[in-house]
Nanobody, 116 residues
Framework: QVQLVESGGGLVQPGGSLRLSCAASGSIFSINDMAWHRQAPGKERELVAEVTSGGSTNYADSVKGRFTISRDNAKNTVYLQMNSLKPDDTAVYYC??????????WGQGTQVTVSS
């Protein structure tokens, strides 16, 4: 049993910044792969950024250079720093934790709206 609690979403103007946080609790023994996904209205959920247990990161092409994923293993928390936000970034952002048995756990989602 793993629970993910997300925070940091909200309304921001184009060019602005937001920092999302996701704290994992429950049956957490170590930080494995964690990631941020997003889902815009009418679209499928897509991978935005991920950080592996080894610390390597991967980003969707659409956010490279603007978003940064990081983690604090001591707090079982993953962050997504989003800079230079665009209206196309508007979506519900979901935190994902992949456990040792490859089971995925999801946060409840946090709305990010980029609009002037």
């Amino acid at each position: 049993q793993v629970q993910l609690v997300e925070s940091g979403g909200g309304l921001v103007q184009p060019g602005g910044s937001l920092r999302l946080s996701c704290a994992a609790s429950g049956s957490i023994f170590s930080i494995n792969d964690m990631a941020w996904h997003r889902q815009a209205p009418g679209k499928e959920r897509e991978l935005v950024a991920e950080v592996t247990s080894g610390g390597s990161t991967n980003y969707a092409d659409s956010v490279k250079g603007r978003f940064t994923i990081s983690r604090d293993n001591a707090k079982n928390t993953v962050y997504l720093q989003m800079n230079s936000l665009k209206p196309d970034d508007t979506a519900v952002y979901y935190c994902r934790y992949t456990a040792w048995d490859m089971v995925n756990y999801w946060g409840q989602g946090t709305q990010v709206t980029v609009s002037s």
